[in-house]
């Protein structure tokens, strides 16, 4: 008897384990799985953090949470400070209607929420509720994809009163508009989806001449195409000269993780971008996934995924 026909039953035996252990252990993975789906939903909630001097990247261990009731989610937060406490723009999507609209949540300095309502709810879904000031009125710009339309709400009395100021773009299935002025010129980049791509791939700009419009497309339309680092993430933000764009990382699953761009080249004919860092949660959390960051003077925040039960 030939060595390799010694070892050949043992090879075989070994494979046949190998296999019937794989096999195991994925069917353990699926039952896992399975039994999580029918027993927990999904649920979006807040980190707060006071950001070290000069840090663009959060520091996972020096964060608070804030709980949405079980019952819903709170997502997409944006931030305005006042000399009171902070208010937290927010998606707010109760699981029983699967429908978004906008909440204010109003937090203190050291982080304690105070009270949580809603501010501006349509028959159709709202979230992202992106702002900024323009000659000293507060406007909100939120996704309305659902209704195909891009559209500008302004505050008459802060923090809950909102009125339909215009529509910006219409007929188009886009998502997470975000306003910045470069050089001059005031650009919206989204995600839209067409020819037969989703809502995570696909980067169009739009400029004008101010943020109220009228928006004219960019010449090179969709700029970039890539499920990872593609799709706004939060608002656009200078550091040390160089503009940033907080994007989402979609490649594996939905809001997986935060990726900052440094935006190298942005004009009428051109656009380039560079990835400098990526923000995924810590193993050691019960973090499953994070993919909306914005700051303000004091404070930054983000919204993280965990299992809760159903």
Same mark, same amino acid.
């Given at each position: ?55 663009? &990247? *959060? =520091? ?5 949470? /804030? ?5 819903? +989610?709170?997502?997409?937060?944006? !931030? ?82 909102? &009125? *339909? =100021? ?5 007929? /188009? ?5 975000? +306003?910045?002025?470069?050089?001059? !010129? ?23 001449e101010t943020p109220l419009g009228p928006f004219e497309p960019h010449a090179n339309n969709p700029v970039k195409s890539n499920a990872r680092g593609t799709r706004p993430a939060g608002a656009m933000f200078w550091h040390e000269g160089s503009l940033y764009r907080p994007t989402q990382d979609c490649s594996r699953v939905y809001g997986e ?13 051109s656009f380039r971008e560079t990835e400098v860092a990526c923000i995924a949660p810590d193993q050691r959390s019960q973090v499953r996934r994070m993919h909306t960051l914005n ?16």
């Amino acid at each position: 008897m030939t060595a390799t026909q010694f070892m050949r039953p043992h090879t075989q035996a070994s494979v046949w384990t190998f296999l019937r252990e794989e096999t195991d252990s994925r069917l353990l993975r699926l039952a896992a799985k399975l039994w999580r789906k029918l027993l927990c939903r999904e649920q979006w909630f807040l980190w707060l953090e006071i950001p070290a001097a000069g840090s663009i &990247v *959060p =520091d996972q261990q020096r964060v608070k949470a /804030i709980y949405p009731p079980s019952d819903r +989610l709170w997502a997409d937060p944006f !931030v305005r400070s006042t000399p009171d406490g902070h208010y937290l723009f927010v998606e707010e999507l109760p699981f029983a209607t699967g429908k978004g609209h906008i909440a204010v949540l109003e937090v203190s300095h050291d982080g304690r929420l105070r009270s949580a309502r809603t501010v501006l709810e349509r028959p159709y879904h709202l979230s992202y509720p992106f702002l900024f000031e323009w000659h000293g009125a507060l406007y909100m710009l939120p996704e309305s994809g659902e209704n195909r339309t891009v559209e500008l709400y302004r505050c008459t009395s802060f923090p809950d009163q909102w &009125v *339909p =100021d215009r529509v910006l773009l219409s007929d /188009i299935r886009s998502a997470d508009a975000t +306003l910045i002025e470069y050089e001059g !010129v005031w650009w919206m980049f989204m995600t839209q989806a067409t020819q037969g791509q989703g809502l995570n791939e696909d980067l169009y700009l739009y400029r004008a001449e101010t943020p109220l419009g009228p928006f004219e497309p960019h010449a090179n339309n969709p700029v970039k195409s890539n499920a990872r680092g593609t799709r706004p993430a939060g608002a656009m933000f200078w550091h040390e000269g160089s503009l940033y764009r907080p994007t989402q990382d979609c490649s594996r699953v939905y809001g997986e993780a935060v990726v900052l761009q440094r935006v190298d080249e942005l004009s009428e004919n051109s656009f380039r971008e560079t990835e400098v860092a990526c923000i995924a949660p810590d193993q050691r959390s019960q973090v499953r996934r994070m993919h909306t960051l914005n700051s303000t003077t004091g404070l930054r925040v983000m919204d993280v995924l965990r299992w809760i039960a159903k």
